[in-house]
């Protein structure tokens, strides 16, 4: 779906470094979502968002940060990067207004930490 | 919070048989499940959902049951293609929040 693109696609980085993953949507969705995948894990949420003012944590936020900086974009930092953050991570949107809560992909970004 | 186990985790099929996934969820208060499809290399996509209200939800060749007291769903694939090859991940959520909780994922080949 080329309405949620996701920047970098690929990262190669080493232990300690700041990285910053970004998302951007023209779907003029509310909800922004980031997950990582890892083999035989499926998809964990990370953070998500409702609007511009509002981030909540998911499941598995330790070591992550995001920002809002407008509907139709949102950032996931990795402060301090670990080789166990190396993952394939996904940023998703869906409606608020919508009665379905299909949640739209981005293309992913793979993420190697050394 | 909810938990969702979702098996098997590898299935191969020869072509035109049905392939059949199962996930189970921990929390009762769940009403949303939704089934997604990841290609090799590709973004997850929805392909079929179901609300706790409905007990079967059909589209072409594909469907999904819920069973509400048993608190399992399963997705079920007839005919299947060498184009359904993908993963399949199951997920539930509370219409509250739409979060999303993701099972592990099932791998089907399609061997034609």
């Known amino acids: 779906d080329a309405d949620v693109t996701q920047t970098p696609r690929n990262r190669i980085t080493k232990t300690g470094k700041r990285i910053m993953l970004e998302c951007s949507q023209t779907?003029?969705?509310?909800?922004m979502y980031w997950y990582r995948q890892d083999p035989g894990l499926g998809l964990r949420l990370i953070y998500y968002s409702f609007d511009v003012k509002d981030i909540n944590k998911g499941e598995i936020s330790d070591g992550y940060s995001v920002s809002r900086q407008a509907q139709a974009k949102f950032s996931l930092s990795l402060e301090s990067a670990i080789p166990n953050q190396t993952a394939l991570y996904f940023c998703a949107t869906s409606d608020l207004g919508q009665s379905t809560d299909t949640q739209y992909f981005g293309p992913g970004t793979r993420l190697t930490v050394l | 919070g909810e938990n969702v186990e979702q098996h098997p985790s590898t299935l191969s099929v020869q072509e035109g048989d049905s392939a059949v996934i199962k996930c189970t969820y921990s929390?009762?208060?769940?009403?949303?499940f939704p089934w997604y499809k990841q290609e090799l290399g590709k973004r997850p996509q929805l392909i079929i959902d179901i609300r706790s209200n409905v007990g079967e939800k059909k589209d072409q060749r594909i469907a999904v049951t819920l069973n509400k007291t048993a608190k399992h769903f399963s997705l079920h694939i007839t005919e299947t293609q060498p184009e359904d090859s993908a993963v399949y991940f199951c997920?539930?959520?509370?219409?509250?929040?739409?979060?999303?909780?993701f099972g592990a994922g099932t791998i089907l080949r399609v061997k034609s």
């Open positions: 779907k003029g969705h509310d909800r």
């Open positions: 929390d009762s208060a769940s009403n949303y």
């Open positions: 997920a539930a959520s509370k219409s509250d929040g739409n979060k999303l909780v």
